[in-house]
């Protein structure tokens, strides 16, 4: 799943060098820019995927993408009978995470959070709901809450690569914070020794390093 940047302001502007910095490391990472990691591995997408080739039809060569009208009405469908399964059973824990799944899949972050929020009340120890929880808040642009939901994470699941990897995108470019994201970053290193991007993540470390120099 890709997403774009989130647009609403910061608190602190970003020179066009150092926004080009962490894009050019992203990329190196295989996500977007502003993209962090899923604290699950979430099929719920494949439902939705589903959904909107079922609303379009059989695809074509060079067919048209669905809309935004036609990939929300996929999605709805999607979630219908997991909110009619709430009904009944309101604090179903994993009904909550699938439905948050969803939402967060397609992209509506806000609903995401909602059931997050209604999951982490049930498990607030849960490490994987916890990092999704505090991704959608970055997604709505609230890089502080998104920040302590990943913190609570890590209390319950120390040294977790993903939420790690995601606090430091967060501080860097969220808070305009290149020292708490080497803290962060090197941390995920110490206790990580054989991190897949272990090379890339010290290059990036490095020039954030010298940012918070400059």
């Known amino acids: ?19 080009y910095t962490l894009a050019a490391f992203c990329l190196v ?6 993209y962090l990691f899923r604290g699950s591995t979430s099929s719920s997408g494949d439902a939705v995927t589903s959904a909107n080739t079922a609303a379009q ?5 060079g067919s ?23 009904q009944a059973n309101p604090n179903d824990f ?6 948050a799944n969803l939402y967060y899949d397609g992209q509506q972050f806000p609903e995401a959070i909602k059931y997050y929020g209604r999951a982490v009340s049930i498990h607030p120890e849960n490490a994987d709901v916890l990092t999704d929880y505090g991704t959608s808040f970055w997604y709505t642009g609230n890089a502080d809450k ?6 609570a994470a890590l209390k319950y699941q120390p040294g977790r690569a993903s939420t790690l990897f995601n606090l430091g995108i967060v501080r860097w470019q969220g808070k305009n914070d290149p020292k708490g994201a080497v803290q962060a970053w090197e941390e995920l290193l110490q206790k990580n020794p054989d991190y897949p ?3 890339k993540l010290q290059e990036f ?9 400059g």
Not at 29 to 34: M, R, Y
Not at 205 to 213: D, L, V
């Open 29 to 34: 990472l295989g996500v977007a820019l502003g």
């Open 94 to 99: 994993d009904t909550l995470v699938k439905v």
């Open 205 to 213: 470390i490095e020039r954030a390093k010298q940012h918070a120099k």
């Open 64 to 86: 048209a993408q669905p809309d935004k009208q036609q990939q929300k009405e996929a999605l709805d469908h999607a979630v219908a009978p997991l909110l009619a399964s709430l």
């Open 197 to 199: 991007e272990k090379q």
């Open 146 to 151: 998104a920040i302590e939901e990943f913190q």
């Open 1 to 19: 799943m890709t997403t774009s940047n989130v647009t609403s302001a910061r608190q602190d502007i970003w020179t066009s060098v150092q926004a």
């Open 57 to 61: 039809g059989s695809p074509q060569a």
